[in-house]
């Protein structure tokens, strides 16, 4: 029978399909070919003295209409649709990348020129012009922000565990309402605030690093409850119910399942608070304030940090003002490796940390 | 397999269906007039029933007929459900398990859960075993080394996984397949010690080879604890149990469903000589 079937399928006259199961489609190259004449053009318009910006979106343009005509014309309305979209998605891509790159080529492209061995190894006490470097600064934006994270993080994880396990009713409410409402506090009222409130235990004009990293804890503190929380809700029930049913109390249970299942995603979490947080300025310069010198004490006296540094060498340049402004791009880019590194790390603890799930 | 489609004759072939059940087994849970609700609603009401020692009791009815939020009330997980409220009478060993000053905790020491679900925690094997007893000692000093060992071997042995893991204990729980991440939960609770194994479905979520297995493991544990199982596979029920209690749901006036007990008796009794219709309805298939 089969082989009757498969002999004679060619013979047989196919029965009739009210709609064929095939369309004219357009050629496999057609779309990189209209990509490549709208590049070309556009790579006219510019040559015609046109600008830059104009020319790209022009040839963006360009290029969605006629494959969208051609595409209509020769494959229907829904291939036409389809190719359409898939040009404005890909536009609005590059369109998102741009900034991102644009951002990290600058910095990269002027940062290195003072990316050196002085950099890390100078301060700026007594350097004017040339030379100099940012040592204090990094040491002050690694203390400042590791006080900030010893703060936040278990004042974070608490209030996210008590929201999760224990919450119940009004106070629970409350603390989700203010938590949202931190979360949108803007940072140089975050800085006025930990100015304000250490005015009320020192003279007026008091600058320490530590101020600076309470500063830095009330925006970071929600980040760190937000995240912690979300991960928290993640835990099964049935793994809570598993080990109650253990006769393992509570506080227990919490302890040794809930917060292993979940600490891949709250390390996650917390580093990208403190990446969040470590590039901060406004609430810095009114606490930590300005200083050119080493200062490894966050309870005595002024401590640079990056990013006030940055923006005060770019601020008040020195004459001739190139130096200063090339310190300023490197501590940027010092900046950018610092939080680059700190994802990593995260990656790595998560690794480090995830629960055992393959033998 | 010849398990037979016909309850009748399962029954017939067990070999033990010769062991007569006399009320003499000291009695592990007194229920009367039991009633559960979750928040208004009344899930379960008016359930009267004993369960004898180194018996297996079975609870079968259909979804929504409150089997398992009667399992649930034995060992006060009813307690973690917000909203949830227990009233009668529930007696383990003579003690009110809802009595003043009874500690969950204490509770749950003697009655262990297995539950539909295998639910091994992100931890190795050992570990996952070995879990129970370390919070139990962690309120009585700490368990030395070789007696967690002995302890963790014993359960695993217990639960018939020992010779499929002993090369493997550090490995990670998850990374066992269904049927033994079941046994490992079963592991995990007997490393307990209790006196009663309460199970809510365990094999429900898993294939009729580890589904027998599970069922042999049960007719072993019979002889060290007593144990409660939901179950909504019948034929479990008759393979298994000795007694066999049979819910229903009932729609009231106000279009409520509520659980309630139907028949309560030795299996064999329940399995061929009903002395209710709707039971003899459901184990006969005809509606459930």
Redesign the interface.
């Given at each position: 029978m089969t082989s009757a079937h498969t002999a004679s399928a060619p013979a047989e006259a196919e029965p009739q399909l009210q709609t064929p199961l095939t369309h004219r489609s357009l050629p496999r190259r057609a779309a990189p070919a209209v990509l490549l004449v709208a590049l070309l053009a556009g790579l006219g318009l510019r040559l015609a003295g046109l600008a830059l910006a104009w020319s790209a979106i022009l040839a963006a343009v360009g290029y969605t209409v006629a494959i969208y005509s051609w595409s209509r014309a020769v494959e229907g309305t829904r291939k036409a649709f389809d190719r359409m979209v898939t040009a404005i998605v890909t536009s609005a891509f590059l369109l998102a990348l741009l900034p991102l790159v644009s951002v990290l080529w600058t910095v990269v492209d002027r940062g290195s020129g003072r990316f050196d061995s002085e950099f890390f190894s100078y301060s700026m006490r007594g350097i004017v012009g040339e030379g100099g470097g940012a040592h204090h600064a990094i040491i002050g934006t690694l203390i400042v922000t590791g006080i900030a994270a010893l703060i936040s993080v278990p004042v974070g994880m608490l209030t996210a565990i008590y929201l999760v396990e224990y919450g119940?009713g009004r106070l629970a409410r409350y603390i989700t309402f203010f938590v949202d409402v931190m979360t949108g506090v803007p940072s140089i009222v975050a800085g006025l605030f930990a100015y304000a409130l250490f005015e009320l235990f020192y003279e007026a004009g008091v600058r320490m690093g530590i101020m600076g990293s309470v500063a830095l804890s009330v925006l970071m503190i929600p980040i760190v409850v937000r995240s912690t929380e979300e991960m928290l809700k993640l835990v099964?029930n049935?793994?809570?119910?598993?080990?109650?049913?253990?006769?393992?109390?509570k506080w227990?249970t919490i302890l040794?399942?809930v917060l292993?299942?979940a600490v891949a995603g709250i390390a996650t979490g917390i580093t990208l608070a403190i990446a969040r947080v470590i590039g901060e300025t406004a609430p810095l310069l009114v606490t930590a304030g300005v200083t050119a010198s080493d200062n490894f004490n966050p309870f005595d006296g002024r401590m640079a940090t990056l990013s006030v540094f940055s923006y005060n060498e770019y601020r008040s340049p020195g004459v001739p003002p190139e130096p200063s402004f090339d310190r300023a791009w490197a501590a940027a880019l010092t900046l950018i490796l610092i939080v680059m590194l700190l994802n990593l790390v995260a990656r790595l603890i998560s690794r480090l940390f995830a629960?055992?799930?393959?033998? | 397999m010849a398990t037979g489609l016909s309850t009748h004759v399962t029954a017939r072939r067990r070999p033990r269906r010769t062991r007569t059940l006399p009320d003499l087994a000291p009695v592990v849970f007194g229920l009367a007039r039991l009633q559960v609700s979750y928040g208004r609603h009344r899930a379960v009401r008016d359930v009267t029933m004993t369960v004898h020692e180194r018996e297996i009791t079975a609870l079968i009815g259909p979804s929504g007929c409150g089997k398992s939020t009667v399992l649930r009330s034995l060992?006060r997980?009813n307690d973690?459900v917000?909203g949830a409220r227990v009233s009668g009478r529930v007696t383990y060993r003579g003690h009110d398990l809802y009595g003043p000053g009874v500690d969950?905790?204490?509770v749950?020491?003697r009655i262990?859960?297995?539950?539909q679900?295998p639910?091994p925690?992100?931890?190795?094997i050992y570990d996952n075993v070995a879990?129970?007893p370390r919070?139990?000692a962690?309120r009585r000093g700490r368990l030395r080394k070789a007696e967690l060992d002995d302890r963790v071997e014993e359960a695993l042995t217990g639960a018939a996984l020992w010779d499929e893991v002993k090369d493997?204990l550090k490995?990670?729980g998850?990374?066992l397949s269904g049927g033994q991440q079941q046994r490992l939960?079963i592991a995990?609770?007997i490393a307990?010690r209790p006196d009663v194994m309460l199970m809510d479905e365990p094999c429900s979520a898993l294939d009729p080879v580890a589904t027998a297995k599970i069922e042999d493991l049960m007719l072993r544990l019979r002889h060290e604890m007593t144990i409660v199982i939901v179950t909504h596979h019948m034929h479990q029920a008759a393979r298994v149990s000795d007694r066999t209690a049979f819910f229903t749901a009932d729609t009231d006036s106000e279009g409520e469903r509520h659980g309630r007990l139907v028949e309560y008796d030795a299996t064999e009794k329940i399995f061929n000589r009903p002395a209710d219709r709707r039971t003899e309805d459901y184990i006969s298939g005809r509606f459930g």
């Open positions: 119940r099964p049935e793994l809570r119910e598993a080990s109650y049913a253990l006769a393992v109390p227990r040794r399942v292993p299942t629960p055992k799930t393959r033998a | 060992n997980m973690l917000p969950p905790i204490e749950r020491r262990g859960m297995v539950f679900r639910t925690f992100a931890k190795s879990y129970g919070a139990a962690g493997k490995s990670s998850l990374a939960c995990r609770a307990v």
